[in-house]
């Protein structure tokens, strides 16, 4: 049972435009949500947060937008560079005691 | 050393053998995760150290698995009798716990298993 879903496994941007991963969840305990980004041969690495009391979370190039009503968040990244191509998680926990779930990923390409 | 360490690297066994895999955390991190990515897969959560309570062991695929953490810092995974299936990249990762602001988990570099 994914709790949490990315049902995009991968995504091809030009370089200098918007990326805009997507993520949706099941369950509606889960109050605080992160992303991480994975390089090859290297752990998960944490990029942003966003609690449920909030819509947005803005750090940088990248932005998380959290729609709690439709149970949906996405990132996005603007504007993109080749240094972005990696994999990306979108992660959720009931609240920060409980274990944190993660979906299965969206590989980011940057084209040039 | 100051990032979460993972032991070991690889580690190539043959089928019916047991493995045991060893994460480090960071210093005074009191929240510690084992997940496990197969090939193609995403991170699939499987056990949760918190403090001093009873770890979440909700995730574990089966009885093969289990793992402890001894005095509230070294964890060890152990897988016995694998199966092929149990091949994936474990990753480690570790947090301050509950009072943190951001909730970040911070990963070693995985020890990645090849069952043959």
């Known amino acids: 049972d994914q709790q949490v879903k990315q049902n995009s496994p991968s995504l091809s941007v030009q370089e200098g435009r918007i990326s805009i991963l997507n993520c949706d969840y099941t369950n509606s305990m889960f109050d605080y949500f992160l992303w991480y980004k994975k390089y090859p041969a290297e752990g998960p690495t944490f990029l942003i947060s966003?609690?449920?009391?909030?819509d947005k979370n803005e750090d940088g190039r990248f932005t998380v937008f959290l729609n709690k009503s439709a149970k949906h968040l996405s990132l996005h990244i603007v504007p993109s560079q080749p240094g972005d191509s990696a994999v990306y998680f979108c992660?959720?926990?009931?609240?920060?005691?409980?274990?944190?779930?993660f979906g299965k990923g969206t590989r980011l390409h940057i084209l040039p | 050393g100051a990032g979460v360490s993972q032991s070991p690297s690889n580690k190539v066994t043959e089928k019916g053998k047991d493995v045991e895999l060893r994460c480090d955390p960071i210093?005074?991190?009191?929240?510690l995760y084992w997940y496990r990515q197969s090939l193609g897969q995403g991170l699939e959560f499987l056990i949760y150290f918190q403090g001093n309570s009873a770890p979440d062991k909700s995730g574990l695929p089966s009885d093969r698995f289990s793992a402890e953490r001894t005095g509230g810092s070294v964890s060890t995974l152990t897988i016995q009798r694998t199966q092929q299936e149990d091949s994936a990249v474990y990753l480690c990762?570790?947090?301050?716990?509950?009072?943190?602001?951001?909730?970040?988990?911070?990963f070693g570099e995985g020890s990645r298993l090849t069952v043959l």
């Open positions: 990762a570790s947090s301050s716990g509950a009072k943190t602001l951001t909730g970040e988990l911070f």
């Open positions: 210093s005074g991190h009191t929240a």
């Open positions: 966003i609690s449920s009391i909030k």
């Open positions: 992660a959720a926990s009931a609240n920060r005691d409980d274990k944190i779930i």
